[in-house]
């Protein structure tokens, strides 16, 4: 069992989850983060802390999407272990649907 990272986490990246991994297992994306599954010790601090909701256990259904993504991307984004600053517009992509298909990008973010 892992924790996963939905598409809420696009545009939004608050990056409070990073603070709080005790073993520092997000990637970053372009503009999204993503966990590491095999590096996932599965402790569920970074769940309620995320403000997007982003963040979910894999033992919800539907989540196959995202296992696979977060599995990917992990793989070939850089490691993010302490929050940067949010994008000035995170709060208007709060909640917004869709955003995998309209939003997502596969490009890396810059990591520590
Ligand atoms: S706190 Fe949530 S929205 Fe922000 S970067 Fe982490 S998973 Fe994404
Ligand atoms: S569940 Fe724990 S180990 Fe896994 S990503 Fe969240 S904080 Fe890190």
Do not use: H
């Not at 545009?11 to 993503?34: A, H, T």
């Not at 590491?36 to 539907?62: M, Q």
């Amino acid at each position: 069992m892992t924790y996963v990272v939905t598409d809420q986490c696009i545009r939004c990246k608050y990056m409070d989850c990073v603070e709080v991994c005790p073993v520092d297992c997000f990637y970053e994306g372009e503009n999204m983060l993503v966990i590491n599954p095999s590096e996932c010790i599965d402790c569920g601090v970074c769940e309620p802390e995320c403000p997007a909701e982003a963040i979910l256990p894999d033992t919800e259904s539907g989540l196959e999407q995202w296992m696979e993504l977060n599995a990917k991307y992990s793989a070939e984004w850089p490691n993010l272990t302490s929050k940067k600053e949010t994008p000035p517009d995170a709060d208007e992509f709060k909640g917004v649907e869709n955003k995998f298909d309209n939003l997502f990008s596969p490009e890396p973010g810059e990591g520590d």
